[in-house]
């Protein structure tokens, strides 16, 4: 009955939006044009997306994603029209990867002579604001408006801890883990930090915390000491940000945009252009010349096709995956595959194939560059080792060398509610997987044997794609996570940049000059709006307004999503710990 009211639904859907779509064709049949003096105006208040992220072909929504805001960026730095940018500012909900990379695209704007405005009611939105604050922190202008605080108040984690509420359910988490920085489990198994636990979370946020005082400091010209104590003393109020040399204006949105509009020297009936806007009329930033595929891992590492609910957790399906390397590979237009991974792990199983997907496309003369985002931890790691060169940004979260494997048994759950299970087996592990009694020694054998082969094999993983001795692969392993530049120092990857700098190897890699115009190409081809209304009508698309009203929730099931996985029976998974920055 549901099924046939959603097809119901989706049927009368398909012809209003046919209807709408006909129209609109007749109606705007003139092209999109740009003022003679531009100024760009992007909303960093929340994350930007990685690879596509149109909600049905872009009709009915548009999130704005990394590249489009990168490419805004890098076009406008040598269009005439473009005078300077405004962006405003609110959480942190960009990571430290993402605003490393947008540091860097914002210095090369600023440095061919145009301005660049940063605005925010408050730096840190009823939260931190440590990343939004470091990224404004590059605009030559930095405002803030009265009464909004500046939440430079230097990183914190959170991490669940479980065991308890566990016990009290009689629910016995049966995890075992390959080694000991590797804490996945420890959120089922412990009630607070283990030594090895605690040591590495302090010296990952040590580091990141550098990083955030070092990049303040060099955009804001003060010393780092200054910084560290206005650090210590956040979060500010908006004279005590002004007095600290942290902003350099308070005033309102209305006043920011007048400025900016100013600045440009526009007609007073002027309007700011957004990126898609833009880019609309001056195309992309790499739309001309050879070809780079530029293929995407964001989310969970699955089996299965990919997948980005309007709810729930992004998935990195390796059957789509896979489908996209090898048809880039089979390509003779493509010169190289740009590989750009944001994934915290998954399942070891799906990481190794698009591991070997990727092998694959280097024996058949394909270069591939990994570019890692946000994270590339665990699994996410894994399928970086089959690329040429591993660039990260020195925030991103990475290593996790290590793999977690068990179940939780709701045995003493199931008979505290009076509900007993009866058992017959017919072979001696034949319920080894089942959530309603714990292992067996004899199961218990065999999980110690499968965890065992999945950690060596990917100890040899690294070892070999990372030129290392046995010993070296363990002592950067462990299961322990490090920043991008601690990964760089261990020898895990090769370069710090961003994606851009990750694009300039591929056209090396490719016997380009590293300056040539390229045609940045993406694999899997985004779906056409004709195609998402095909997928509605048939009963295969999402219930996209759904998805729009529900998005805000998905930061939440985001971070709930480990915790429903792994209470999941079977298999072996190669996940970095839940952790939670800045909240």
Do not use: C
Request: hydrophobic residues 45%; negative net charge.
């Amino acid at each position: 009955m549901l099924r046939f009211i959603v097809r119901l639904f989706a049927a009368i859907g398909f012809l209003v939006v046919a209807a709408i779509v006909a129209a609109v064709v007749l109606v705007t049949r003139h092209e999109p044009t740009l003022p003679d003096n531009v100024v760009l105006e992007l909303d960093l208040k929340g994350p930007l997306a990685e690879g596509g992220a149109e909600r049905f072909g872009g009709f009915l929504g548009h999130e704005t994603t990394l590249r489009e805001v990168l490419d805004t960026l890098e076009r406008g730095r040598t269009d005439p029209r473009v005078k300077g940018l405004l962006a405003h500012f609110g959480g942190d909900g960009i990571g430290f990867a993402q605003a490393q990379e947008l540091r860097g695209a914002i210095e090369r704007f600023r440095a061919s002579g145009r301005f660049a405005i940063a605005f925010a009611e408050a730096y840190g939105d009823s939260g931190s604001g440590n990343r939004s604050y470091l990224l404004a922190s590059a605009f030559d202008e930095v405002w803030l408006q009265p009464l909004g605080l500046l939440s430079l108040t230097g990183l914190s984690a959170q991490v669940p801890f479980a065991r308890g509420a566990l016990d009290k359910l009689d629910v016995q988490a049966q995890l075992m883990q390959r080694e000991e920085f590797k804490s996945f489990a420890d959120t089922f198994t412990k009630t607070d930090f283990t030594p090895a636990h605690r040591e590495m979370v302090e010296a990952l946020l040590g580091d990141l915390t550098n990083q955030v005082v070092d990049g303040v400091a060099k955009s804001r010209r003060l010393a780092p000491a200054a910084v560290r104590a206005a650090m210590d003393k956040a979060p500010l109020l908006d004279k005590e940000a002004l007095d600290a040399k942290l902003v350099d204006k308070l005033g309102y949105a209305d006043e920011a945009k007048e400025v900016a509009l100013r600045r440009a020297d526009a007609p007073a009936d002027s309007d700011t252009v957004s990126p898609k806007e833009y880019l609309a009329v001056a195309g992309p930033a790499n739309g001309s010349g050879p070809t780079i595929a530029m293929i995407h891992a964001a989310g969970t590492i699955t089996s299965g096709k990919s997948d980005k609910p309007g709810v729930g957790e992004v998935t990195a399906g390796a059957e789509t995956i896979v489908q996209a390397i090898e048809d880039a590979a089979e390509d003779s237009a493509v010169k190289a595959i740009l590989f750009r991974i944001d994934s915290g792990g998954g399942g070891v199983t799906a990481s190794e194939t698009i591991r070997r997907a990727l092998t694959k496309a280097r024996e058949s003369g394909k270069p591939v560059i990994a570019s890692m985002g946000d994270t590339a931890a665990s699994g996410g790691y894994w399928i970086a080792l089959a690329a040429d060169r591993i660039v990260a940004s020195p925030g991103t979260i990475t290593g996790s060398i290590g793999v977690v494997a068990g179940k939780m048994s709701l045995n003493g759950l199931s008979e505290r509610l009076g509900v007993h299970w009866g058992v017959v087996d017919t072979g001696r592990n034949a319920g080894m997987w089942s959530p309603l009694r714990p292992f067996s020694p004899s199961e218990e054998e065999r999980l110690t044997a499968i965890i065992d082969a999945s950690y060596a094999t990917f100890l040899g993983r690294v070892a070999e794609a990372r030129h290392m001795t046995p010993e070296q692969a363990r002592a950067a392993a462990k299961g322990r996570v490090w920043s991008g530049a601690q990964a760089r120092e261990l020898g895990l990857v090769d370069d710090l940049g961003g994606v851009d700098a990750a694009l300039r190897l591929a056209k090396q890699a490719a016997k380009l000059d590293p300056d040539a115009a390229v045609t940045l190409k993406a694999y899997p081809k985004p779906k056409s709006l004709l195609q998402e209304i095909r997928d509605l009508a048939s009963g295969k698309g999402d219930l996209v307004e759904t998805a729009a009203l529900l998005a805000e929730l998905r930061p939440v099931l985001g971070q709930l999503s480990p915790l429903v996985q792994a209470a999941r029976s079977g298999g072996v998974e190669a996940r970095m710990p839940p952790m939670m920055l800045d909240r």
